[in-house]
């Protein structure tokens, strides 16, 4: 995942994926990441995180969002797990790390992941796709990178993960 110069706020509004602390991250108003539980792993994928990100709340959007890209193969999401983390430092060294983690430990845990195309997402480079397979479940995972829209804000990645082992 390469950070690029294309903004991912108003790429995320056009796919309704308001990937912002605001948006996805509380209900009702703005609220500090700090105060959001953090996750020591993913139920579904039956991985545990080294960096512990946060579990975020979803309006319904993720899962919308979610659902459409698995209607693409006639599949539906079932079971949906929502994480972000907030992105110090280096911001690309950050990402690759997080990212390639997660698809190592994915097939670690004997998963075949392949890259997802789908019509619903943009070609970017700042959102990546994938399905992770193995003979007891398939999930569709997205991981998406939320520029900063402030100097008070971090950059943020998200990961969304999502059981479509049921076809529709």
Known sequence: M??????????CCLL????VP?????????????SLPLASGSALAGLGF?????????????FDTMNRI??????????MESFGWEID??????????SGSLLGSL???KFLVKDLKSKVLPVSDMILAYTAERTDKRLQV?????????????????LLICDTSQSK
Not at 70 to 79: D, L, V
Not at 89 to 98: A, P, R, S, Y
Not at 143 to 158: F, H, I, M, Q
Request: charged share 25%; aromatic share 4%; with cysteine.
């Open 22 to 34: 605001a948006a996805a991250w509380a209900e009702s108003g703005p609220t500090k990441s700090g």
């Open 16 to 19: 309704g994926l308001a990937m």
């Open 89 to 98: 430092g280096e911001v690309q060294t950050h990402v690759d790390k997080l």
């Open 142 to 158: 997205l991981l998406a990178l939320s520029p900063p829209r402030s100097r008070d804000e971090k950059t943020e990645l998200v």
């Open 50 to 62: 080294g960096d512990r990100p946060y579990v975020l709340q979803d309006d319904g959007t993720f």
């Open 70 to 79: 698995a209607a693409e193969s006639r599949r539906s999401c079932g079971p």
């Open 2 to 11: 390469r950070i690029g110069a294309l903004g991912l706020w108003g790429l």
């Open 107 to 109: 097939r670690g845990a």
